[in-house]
T-cell receptor
Framework: NAGVTQTPKFQVLKTGQSMTLQCAQD?????MSWYRQDPGMGLRLIHY???????DQGEVPNGYNVSRSTTEDFPLRLLSAAPSQTSVYFC????????????FGPGTRLLVL | KNQVEQSPQSLIILEGKNCTLQ??????????LRWYKQDTGRGPVSLTI?????NTKSNGRYTATLDADTKQSSLHITASQLSDSASYIC????????????FGKGTKLSVKP
């Protein structure tokens, strides 16, 4: 199993550009999430999904869109990038939301100029 | 407000020594408490998960304790190795939803030879 994969590993954008961060998992997990990690702060939840076709907002959803058309994929879209979105983005998945282990991807480092 | 506080912020120890990291939380309702290890430039990896009824959980040289009455947890690392250098993140689940995971800011541990 590849686990949770993310692409790209690193991206530079100009303000106003759009892009999609890809996330895929091959563990047949229902639950998937997107987090951002900034220096001096804990991981913050952007959006999450409890299954194909179902998404919900987290703590910091503004400026980001998600969709979940398949169990495996959970892309994160930045519609109009802003410097405040410079961060490291992590995708995570789990079988459930109780005591189940949450698996994280390797992260995408995004720089918005 | 649900919060997870970790101490110390950073810690330097010599290889072979033991250390203990602290986590205090004010989260309600409480579902479970997790400890993650995050190597530099990588995604977090789960070390332990404890529910209300579990007061200790081990994973190799890592031992986590939980006192649900005082709302405190600790992560004890025995006979530290250079590979233990990482950030250790305490996460408390406030319920059965990925939207309810409260992340601490982490403790950065450096193990020196």
């Amino acid at each position: 199993n590849a686990g949770v994969t993310q692409t790209p590993k690193f991206q530079v954008l100009k303000t106003g550009q759009s892009m999609t961060l890809q996330c895929a998992q091959d563990m047949n997990h229902e639950y998937m999430s997107w987090y951002r990690q900034d220096p001096g702060m804990g991981l913050r939840l952007i959006h999450y999904s409890v299954g194909a076709g179902i998404t919900d907002q987290g703590e910091v959803p503004n400026g980001y869109n998600v969709s979940r058309s398949t169990t495996e994929d959970f892309p994160l879209r930045l519609l109009s990038a802003a410097p405040s979105q410079t961060s490291v983005y992590f995708c995570a998945s789990s079988y459930g939301t109780g005591k189940e282990t949450q698996y994280f991807g390797p992260g995408t480092r995004l720089l918005v100029l | 407000k649900n919060q997870v506080e970790q101490s110390p912020q950073s810690l330097i120890i010599l290889e072979g020594k033991n250390c203990t990291l602290q986590c205090n939380y004010t989260v309600s309702p409480f579902s479970n408490l997790r400890w993650y290890k995050q190597d530099t430039g990588r995604g977090p990896v789960s070390l332990t998960i404890m529910t209300f009824s579990e007061n200790t959980k081990s994973n190799g040289r890592y031992t986590a304790t939980l006192d649900a009455d005082t709302k405190q947890s600790s992560l004890h690392i025995t006979a530290s190795q250079l590979s233990d250098s990482a950030s250790y993140i305490c996460v408390v689940s406030a319920g059965r939803s990925q939207g309810n995971l409260i992340f601490g800011k982490g403790t950065k541990l450096s193990v020196k030879p």
